[in-house]
């Protein structure tokens, strides 16, 4: 019988149009990134003159169309799974959390101390200045929530130089003849001045700092103003999502994929109006400059309602040492003539966080 002939092998299939796909892919991508990247360098630059180019990066390339919500579902498993809450936020006693910025000095112990001296000079530059223009100056620095809540931390290390320095500064203040408020004594007599899941004080800790401040404030306005105050609360406590929540990536998702919220009851503090619609209000006698601690907890109304007088706001979120403060200094030409006081409120951690390119710009001009 004749031998067949052997079979022809069977050719191997091609990998070019899969190939060809994963091509179109990794090209449309990095068209993708580079359309975002070119549009956020002519929208704004700043970031990335200013060495935040990380995060710049993150900002524009994280919006590819439904990647944030992955992301979020991402960071859920993964404190799910591993009680891991990210690079920024720490968790210490079950469901208390804190900010790494405020346990560790984020660019190390050199840079913080250096940016410190810095923050020193400015300090008595600008008391030099409002007195100068015949403005008092009271500096109130809320210790930070690792400070106060340190029987939260449930084992979490704080950096010893950054706990120290609180108390160089406030040194550092009184040798210079500026008026301070210490709000550790106030705080700390309190069972919760702080946010469980959040960095700023609680309602109770805003009026503990309020009254504080208030005390040291009033005899340098020569006693209480005819300013009243309406207190507007809500009926029942409500979740609140704190910063430290939103930080971490979990704000958005359901409840059990993200450490229990705070409740608080609503509260809106409020100048009584009086006079007519068309009169002018009062004048500003009081001008608080500050970070986000000053737009938190009705802070800004329990202080108008300690002193008896409506507060001019140049606090915003961000600001830390000395945004605020820039802020208003920028505008000191149109400052009303009946201004007497700047109470000038910043967070601890912001003694040892890096220069920002405002404060640099500041230091360096400074005489």
């Given amino acids: ?25 990794i090209v449309a991508g990095f068209a993708w990134g580079a359309l975002r990247l070119g549009g956020a360098l002519r ?3 700043s970031d990335w003159r200013e060495a935040l180019t990380e995060r710049a990066m993150n900002r524009t390339l994280g919006a590819l169309p439904g990647q944030s919500a992955w992301t979020r579902w991402g960071a859920g498993l993964r404190w799910r799974l591993l009680g891991d809450l990210g690079p920024e936020v720490a968790q210490g006693c079950p469901g208390w959390l804190f900010y790494r910025n405020g346990l560790r000095p984020p660019a190390g112990d050199a840079a913080a101390t250096a940016a410190y001296a810095k923050r020193i000079a400015l300090m008595r530059h600008w008391a030099a200045v409002f007195k100068a223009q015949g403005v008092q100056l009271v500096v109130a620095t809320v210790p930070d929530k690792s400070r106060i809540a340190a029987d939260r931390l449930c084992g979490l290390p704080v950096n010893a130089a950054m706990r120290a320095r609180f108390d160089d500064w ?17 705080l700390a007599a309190l069972p919760q001045p702080y946010y469980r899941t959040d960095v700023h ?7 503990a700092a309020a009254d504080a401040i208030g005390r040291a404030a009033l005899p340098l306005l020569g006693g209480k103003g005819p300013q ?24 958005g998702l359901p409840a059990g994929w993200h450490p229990p919220l705070d409740r608080v009851r609503p509260e809106r503090i409020v100048p009584v109006a009086s006079g007519g619609l068309l009169d002018d209000g009062p004048p500003a006698e009081v001008l608080l400059a500050g970070d986000s601690n000053g737009l938190r907890s009705e802070f800004a109304g329990r202080l108008g309602r300690q002193l008896g007088r409506e507060i001019w706001t140049l606090s915003h979120d961000g600001g830390y040492f000395s945004g605020a403060m820039l802020a208003a200094l920028a505008k000191r030409e149109q400052w009303p003539r009946s201004l007497k006081l700047v109470v000038w409120t910043f967070s601890e951690l912001s003694l040892s966080l890096p220069l920002s390119a405002d404060e640099a710009r500041a230091a360096a001009a400074l005489p």
Avoid: C, K, N, W
């Avoid at 406030?170 to 004594?185: C, E, K, M, T």
């Avoid at 004080?201 to 009026?207: R, Y």
């Fill in 228 to 251: 009243r105050f309406t207190d507007e609360r809500g009926e029942t406590p409500e979740p609140r999502m704190g910063d430290l929540v939103v930080l971490a990536g979990l704000d």
């Fill in 170 to 186: 406030q040194g550092r203040l009184a040798a210079a003849g500026v008026a301070h408020v210490d709000l550790r004594p106030a």
């Fill in 201 to 207: 004080m609680a309602p109770e800790g805003a009026q």
């Fill in 43 to 45: 929208a704004d630059g």
């Fill in 1 to 25: 019988m004749a031998t067949p002939p052997p079979a022809s092998p069977t050719p191997a299939p091609s990998h070019r149009p899969f190939a060809l796909v994963i091509g179109l892919l």
